[in-house]
């Protein structure tokens, strides 16, 4: 291969039927300024894999023609300002792989009809806002492997506000953080939209709602954290209605793959999409590829594709939501918008008293969900402790041996593996008069005797509605089921108990009633007789007191006289 590193002057100068030049692979470190002096006819210049490190300002001058320059894989660090200010018919102009750092307000600005620009592959830290800006014609623009940022201002328009009929964008390996609102909203013949391997975390759905018509957007390996979904219903309903919808009505394809998703309440809607749980006009406006994203966290989701979740599965710590959340030392508190609950979990943690709740400040939740299984724990909450509101209640594997009150609006209740030995009545009827749907009472050391009586007549009541473990509730000495035992096996003695209670109380009664028969059929004398030994007068009014007295001498007068 013949390589000639230095260039005589005026090389191809005045050949005026030139078109074509390749100057590729030569080792070229410079080249005369006058190389292509009277050359008004070149349409194609290539000088690709050299070692070019600058250009003379004047080395395309009077190329009128020149329609396509290929300067890629060069040296190059600077490009004089008006280097390309007799470039009129340029179309395609490709500078990748070169050592450039910046690219001035009017580098580009002669460029009336230049359709692709590949500028990859070089040291670009920024680009001035007007470096593209008169590039009406741009189609195609490549800047990847680049160290861009785009955050030059603080305004959502991108540098490329002004190309709208850029078809092929690529942005990605640089250290882009945020997408600009104009590549969606102006720009009707986008097809690729490249911003992967960037550093972009966070991306809502009004940032997918393009004009384009089906336009790919490749947010691949970014640091996206949260996909927020949220407005995404009420975003699609204004657009219309789905059976109105064509099929060559304006469609997002995003690409999400590689991206280190923190699984939690912040995806909820985002899920529901996957879950197909969503409006449908959502997936009509926007489809998303996502076969191989993975949850980065917590750490129960880790390595967990995201489309295999389900919404009932996300949840936020409270410390996520609000300011100096409130929760119980060593718990972990969280809200799950699935059913608008307040996940209290303590699950493990030598407990060894009932925690008080206070309940978080933010309003997305509408009931309460206690864990507090595998503790120490020897009783249940009390009133005034915050669980009025309590709807599932786990207290399993504890040491609990009593139980004094139930919350009243309780629908799950665990308290298997404890040291139960029997409910009294009071607890039973608060058991009764709530909300509860189920109850997990199994593995407890039941007293089969007279005091369980009770508690095995409300396991019959609702073993129909199969509310209760029954099959797993057994006597601690003989193991067989409660619930099989009838009342005279639980107590012996219960029959001549209730005989003989009901006799006593049958005697009593009869006693009363004699009692009270004599005492309205000699009421009087029993009075007066209580009046002359001074004994229990609040029962005798002073009227019976003075009808006594005259009683009384009416009765001595009748016997003097006798």
Known sequence: MLFLQNIPDYLFSNLTMLKTVELFECKLNTLPENIFSGCMRIENISLKHNELRELPENLFRGLTELENLNLSNN???????????????????????????KVSSTLFSALKKLESINLSNNRLISLHKYSFERLSTLKRL??????????????????????????????????ITCISEDWLISKIHLRELDFSYNQIEYLNFNYLLSVSHQLVINLSNNKIKIVNFTDAEILASSQGNLDAYT??????????????????????DFVRYFDRSIDPMVPTLVTVKADNLFCASPA??????????????????????????????NCYCGIRPWDKAFIVDCDN???????????????????TEINLENNLLTTGPTVNMGYENVTILDLSSNHISKLKWVPPHLKFLNLERNNLSFLNYHVLEMLNTSRLTNIILGDNPWACNCQTVNFSNFLVTHRP??????????????????????????????????????????ILAMLFAAITVFYY?????????????????????????DLGIKLFESLLKRCGAE
């Open 142 to 175: 490549i800047l990847s492997h680049n160290y861009l940022t785009l955050n030059e201002n603080d305004t959502n328009v991108s540098r490329f506000n002004n190309n709208l009929k850029l078809e092929v964008v690529d942005l990605s390996y640089n250290n």
């Open 521 to 545: 059929r000699y009421e009087l004398e029993i009075k007066v007789w209580l009046y002359a030994h001074n004994m229990l007068l609040w029962l005798i009014s002073e009227e019976e007191i």
């Open 247 to 268: 099929s060559n009505a304006a469609n997002t394809v995003v690409q999400l793959d590689g991206n280190p998703i923190s699984c939690d309440c912040h995806i909820y």
């Open 465 to 506: 509605q199969q509310q209760i473990d029954v099959n797993n509730i057994k006597c601690s000495r003989v193991g067989e089921l409660l619930v099989q035992l009838n009342t005279n096996e639980l107590c012996p003695n219960y029959q001549i108990l209730t005989i003989n209670l009901s006799i006593s109380i049958a």
């Open 349 to 367: 943690q030598n407990l060894t008293t009932i925690p008080k709740l206070t309940f978080p400040k933010t309003g997305i939740y509408n009931h």
């Open 300 to 329: 129960s989701f880790k390595g967990t594709l995201v489309k295999d979740l389900k919404p009932r599965m996300l949840t936020c710590g409270l410390h996520q939501l609000e300011k100096n959340a409130d929760c119980p030392d």
């Open 75 to 101: 040296q190059i660090k600077f490009l004089p300002e008006s280097i390309f200010l007799s470039l009129s018919k340029l179309t395609t102009l490709d500078l990748s792989n070169n050592n450039l750092i």
